[in-house]
């Protein structure tokens, strides 16, 4: 009894998935629940798990390949974890530098791939006669046409050009980071985006932080930190002035009753934004902790498309990274985009003296067929007054 391995069922707005990583080989035991195969989409990274103990019995998609929802990709076969345990076969090797495909190494795979050489024909100089890419060049560099093997319908997921000291990788671009750019450029073609600025002093927050941050750890069971107070910041503000958390909708705007915040983070994959939903109703803890599950999802690739659906505004920090100064681009369909830097302590004319304090440039991005200048700048001075005398965040004033 075998059981078929299906691309499970795809989110509304994603018509088809890319196989990213398979995790075991055809012969290979699994367990229960263990990852199987990573499935890329444009939005998140899908996992599909083993249904029980068993053995991967067979692939019929390869890395790299595209899946529709319900597509048979491999087959499973249940309950034969002890069979694994030793190969059905064991193939006989009569000269060490007869190996066969598997044995390669993935790099040496790729080369072998890309220029169709047949691996029995290699002669390995490696430890224990293992071949190398020197060894597969040095069979290409002699013109090797007699070496090439049946003919590989699937190219190299990379291909490194050997050009010495001025080598160049060609990487395909993944399904994510294809999408993120077409977003991107489609805010660019399709808004009247601008950006306007403004510095805010962190001294009151920073001290704020540092008297509480114990007490607010030993409470609540995580960090306080700055991303906490912004979101307040903000959710105020946008109550203040509706356009700035309203979108377009063909030729209606659309004015949301509440304040679903994106957090962008990055991740190995590319920049995602979950959404912290009725940020309004949400205590600073409720936050942080919010946050912090975001963050340790977006690193596990196990952010889901309900944590990025929706969103009527987002929060940017280029400031971890080191970034004093960016114009932060519009998360589209949403009117604006807060961006926030590294905080840098900087001389400051205070009460007619020079003083030195901790400030940090903010950067809002607005698009300007919803939101007039007025209101983007007025937007930005009140997160900056609230941040600037935090007591008025719990206030509400």
Known sequence: MTIQIKVPQLPDSVSDATIATWYKKPGEAIKKDENLVDLETDKVVLEVPAPEDGVLESVAKGEGDTVLADEVIGVFKPGAASEAAAPAVAPEVSAPDAQSDSTLSPAVRRLVSEHDIDPKLLKGSGKGAKITKEDVMALVNEGGSQAKSAPHVKAPAVVDAPLGDRAEKRVPMTRMRARIAERLLDVNNNTAMLTTFNEVNMAPVMALRTKYKEQFEKSHGVKLGFMSFFTKACCEALKRFPSVNASID??????????????????????????????????????????????????????????????????????????????????????????????????????????????????????????????????????KELLEDPSRIILGV
Request: proline letters at 4%.
């Open 250 to 383: 063909g030729s209606d705007i659309v004015y949301h009753g509440f304040c679903d915040v994106g957090i962008a983070v990055s991740t190995d994959r590319g920049l995602v934004v979950p959404v912290l939903r009725n940020t309004e109703n949400m205590s600073m803890a409720d936050i942080e902790s919010q946050i912090r599950e975001y963050a340790l999802k977006g690193r596990n690739n196990k952010l889901t498309m309900d944590d990025m659906t929706g969103g009527t505004f987002t929060i940017t920090n280029g400031g971890v990274f080191g970034s004093l100064l960016s114009t932060p681009i519009i998360n589209s369909p949403q009117s604006a985009i807060l961006g926030m830097h590294a905080i840098k302590e900087r001389p400051i004319a205070e009460n007619g003296e020079v003083v030195i304090r901790p400030m940090m440039n903010l950067a809002l991005s607005y698009d300007h067929r919803i939101v007039d200048g007025k209101d983007s700048v007025s937007f930005l001075v009140a997160i």
